[in-house]
């Protein structure tokens, strides 16, 4: 993989998700780019209160487009919804995203290793810790809550 270019599309990752601090309620503001190469397909963060997901906006920007693309996501996808909505790791899985780059991890129970872990049962390929210590500032107050 081209480390420069999956450097800067989570670099684009974390500056959307650094503009949603402070406006996604007891959530953590995670941004999300969906891209193939250099062509970003979508981009979004986690919506004011919180919902929807960055994840689940960018793959519905982003749409049949998303099928064969990375994901780059400044925080690891969940496993599990408190709404019973399907989770990011679900979506993005359904969706035919082939590659998912995270810079952190999420150890909230509703993920904590486990969208992770269920990206890859289904195939997916991940990579983690991208820039985890760029993205850290972000959650640093989500991981003192928890």
Do not use: F, W
């Not at 270019?5 to 780019?33: F, H, K, S, W, Y």
């Not at 519905?60 to 019973?84: F, I, K, M, Q």
């Not at 890859?120 to 500032?137: D, H, K, S």
Request: charged share 25%; hydrophobic share 45%; net charge neutral.
């Amino acid at each position: 993989m081209d480390r420069a270019l999956d450097e800067r599309m989570m670099r684009r990752a974390i500056a959307i998700a650094r503009a949603r601090l402070g406006q996604t309620g007891d959530n953590p503001a995670v941004g999300c780019v969906i891209a193939r190469g250099d062509d970003v397909l979508a981009e979004a963060a986690t919506g004011a209160g919180g919902r929807p997901h960055a994840e689940e906006q960018a793959l519905a920007l982003a749409g049949d487009a998303a099928r064969g693309a990375t994901a780059y996501v400044s925080l690891e996808p969940c496993a599990e919804r408190s709404s019973g909505a399907a989770s990011c790791s679900e979506r993005l899985i359904a969706a035919g995203i082939v590659r998912v780059v995270i810079a952190g991890a999420d150890p909230s129970a509703k993920a904590s290793g486990r969208g992770e872990a269920r990206l890859r049962a289904a195939g997916v390929a991940v990579e983690a810790g991208l820039l985890a210590n760029e993205a850290e500032p972000l959650y640093a107050d989500y991981r003192r809550r928890l």
